[in-house]
């Protein structure tokens, strides 16, 4: 049992806000300090926290074995200008390995070439289905704009990494993709086709790993599926990406994450770490309730149970809509 709280330590007190004087994001983000409360005081709580781990990881020259930072998130997000943070983020590595969802390639490439547009949440899906509109929350995505470009785009990209990884590796048939996981497949398609506004060209650039556990649940999972009716023997080596990821927290010093959303995107992140005593501080955003036990709405302190989060950790989980929190955040945090 905790010792009991001392009522005189509550000795802050609520103050409003002066928007006259709250010149920039900065500012705001300093008044919330005093005026705050509820999920103003969290997000003030998060900065502090995310400024914390991007500090430790710039201290080692961005060494991965003395430092691990891990961001997760959904692929929903790419598909509006919140895409805008994960690239920041990874531009200014800010974050040295990442745990998403197999969308988050197909809306990061697909944007690469074509736009999204600004929708409604009240518009009619039967209307949108027959003119090959597709609504994502409130945000339109053309047929045009995913499926049929992903194709065109990525079986020539594919049948180019087939034919190099052959010769690189001088090896044929099923062999020659042994220890080829998602992360490899990232830096393949940044390296060849990424643009300077997108995820996978910065990840490329940086040779900073992006781990896609559920690599076939996507636009991108099924056109590696078509891609394999013609060479049978490719395929992604999923166990390859659990090794990185194990490398990169099992003798790792210092552990931090920035987590949004729940999923297999979340659990990647703090199973790994749980092998290592869990992490040393992470920021959760989530939108789901905790009462149903799913994953999603499972707060940090529940982590603690499983190991995956140390008892001492500083940690927050921010309730809210993460298209709203991240660019706030980013606007403190990177400007």
Known sequence: ???????????????????????????LFEQMRNAGGFTATKLVEAKDIVEDM?????????????????????????ATGTRAFFVEAIKNRAFNVISTTCGTLDHDIARAHKNYYH???DLDDRVLGEHELMRLGNVIVPNSSYGEILETVLQPVLED??????????????????????IHLVWELGRRIGTPDSIIYWAAKHQ???????ITDGSIG??????????????????????????LTWDVENSHALMIGGGISKHHVIWWNQYRGGLDSAVYITTAPEHDGSLSGARLREAIS?????????HVCVEGDASLLLPLLGAAIFN
């Open 54 to 78: 991007i500090g430790a990881l710039k201290s080692v020259d961005h060494d991965a074995s003395k430092v691990t930072n891990w961001l997760s998130f959904p692929a929903c997000l790419c």
């Open 119 to 121: 929708g409604s949440f």
């Open 208 to 214: 900073i790993p992006i781990c896609i556990p559920g």
């Open 306 to 314: 499983w190991g995956k989060m140390r008892p001492e950790a500083p």
């Open 161 to 182: 990494i087939y034919q190099d990884r052959q010769k690189e590796t001088g090896l044929s048939g099923a062999d020659a993709w042994v220890g080829f996981g998602s």
């Open 1 to 27: 049992m905790s010792d009991p709280f001392d009522p005189r330590s509550f000795d802050q007190p609520v103050k409003d806000y002066s928007f006259s004087d709250a010149q920039n994001l900065n500012g």
């Open 222 to 247: 099924a056109q590696l599926f078509m891609f394999r009716q013609k060479h049978r023997e490719f395929h992604i080596d999923t166990l390859a990406d659990e090794q990185v990821m194990s490398d």
